[in-house]
């Protein structure tokens, strides 16, 4: 009986942090409506106070579970039995694949990131420490492992991940300038789905010393990864 009630517990809990995130993603901490956040978990308001101190305390348990979620995913893919130039290419590629996939964090992490810079942010810290420095130590040890037999480059390891990560980045932050600039719609799925190909296309011809070799496994890697539904909603045309 006293495992059933823990078990609802945890069930409630995780209902009223999936509703934060998707509430907090959409309007930040100072838009969203703890009100909102109750009736889209379905429960009491009163029991959002009860699981957590405050809105704050909310915002940051959010921020929290929905990063821990993200380094764990991205440290299996590290953790495969596969060469360390094959994990950096499914790592990339899971990268792109959860900016795509997964609108809510990345709104949540941007937003953070303003308030970080602005003194305003009490989680930050806390997600380096917890979620994102075990994962880019995870990083480190596999581009160092790869350079080191041969099969990657000799050159610093986290330029390796900036080129891996920055590009998935800028590619879906500047899609709307992009798109004003032009006709081409860079989220339209056509594009996305050659984007990603070429990503880790470029990436494999990069990053390996034998070009052939990082072709091949970049190939591997897509043809072996199906392209998740997108985040993004169609843009209607005119």
Same mark, same amino acid.
């Not at 990864?225 to 909603?233: A, K, L, N, V």
């Given at each position: 009986?006293?495992?059933?009630? *823990?078990?609802?517990?945890? *069930?409630?809990? @995780?209902?009223?942090?999936?509703?934060?995130?998707?509430?907090?993603?959409?309007? &930040?901490?100072?838009?969203?409506?703890?009100?909102?956040?109750?009736?889209?978990? *379905?429960?009491?308001?009163?029991?959002?106070?009860?699981?957590?101190?405050?809105?704050?305390?909310?915002?940051?348990?959010?921020?929290?579970?929905?990063?821990?979620?993200?380094?764990?995913?991205?440290?299996?893919? =590290?953790?495969?039995?596969?060469?360390? &130039?094959?994990?950096?290419?499914?790592?990339?590629? @899971?990268?792109?694949?959860?900016?795509?996939?997964?609108?809510?964090?990345?709104?949540?992490?941007?937003?953070?990131?303003?308030?970080?810079?602005?003194?305003?942010?009490?989680?930050?810290?806390?997600?380096?420490?917890?979620?994102?420095?075990?994962? #880019?130590?995870?990083?480190? @040890?596999?581009?160092?492992?790869?350079?080191?037999?041969?099969?990657?480059?000799?050159?610093?390891?986290?330029?390796?991940?900036?080129?891996?990560? &920055?590009?998935?980045? #800028?590619? #879906?932050?500047?899609?709307?300038?992009?798109? =004003?600039?032009?006709?081409?719609?860079?989220?339209?799925?056509?594009?996305?789905?050659?984007?990603?190909?070429?990503?880790?296309?470029?990436?494999?011809?990069?990053?390996?010393?034998?070009? *052939?070799? &990082?072709?091949?496994?970049?190939?591997?890697?897509?043809?072996?990864?199906?392209?998740?539904?997108?985040?993004?909603?169609?843009?209607?045309?005119?």
């Amino acid at each position: 009986m006293k495992q059933d009630r *823990q078990t609802r517990s945890d *069930q409630t809990r @995780q209902r009223i942090l999936q509703a934060a995130i998707s509430e907090f993603s959409e309007h &930040g901490l100072a838009g969203a409506r703890t009100g909102a956040i109750a009736d889209a978990a *379905q429960v009491n308001k009163a029991l959002l106070y009860y699981y957590f101190r405050d809105k704050e305390g909310l915002y940051a348990a959010a921020l929290e579970a929905v990063a821990l979620k993200v380094a764990g995913s991205a440290i299996a893919v =590290l953790d495969l039995d596969c060469t360390p &130039g094959e994990r950096m290419l499914r790592f990339a590629l @899971q990268h792109f694949d959860r900016i795509l996939s997964q609108r809510g964090f990345q709104a949540l992490m941007q937003q953070e990131m303003v308030r970080y810079r602005e003194g305003q942010s009490g989680a930050m810290r806390i997600l380096a420490k917890n979620a994102f420095e075990p994962m #880019f130590r995870r990083v480190q @040890q596999i581009a160092e492992e790869g350079i080191r037999s041969g099969e990657l480059c000799g050159v610093d390891w986290m330029q390796m991940v900036y080129a891996a990560l &920055g590009a998935n980045v #800028f590619y #879906f932050l500047s899609a709307p300038m992009v798109h =004003l600039m032009g006709d081409a719609d860079p989220l339209h799925p056509a594009a996305i789905a050659a984007r990603r190909a070429a990503a880790i296309d470029y990436l494999g011809q990069t990053i390996f010393t034998d070009r *052939q070799h &990082g072709a091949h496994l970049a190939q591997t890697v897509l043809d072996s990864t199906p392209m998740p539904e997108s985040g993004f909603p169609e843009r209607k045309t005119a």
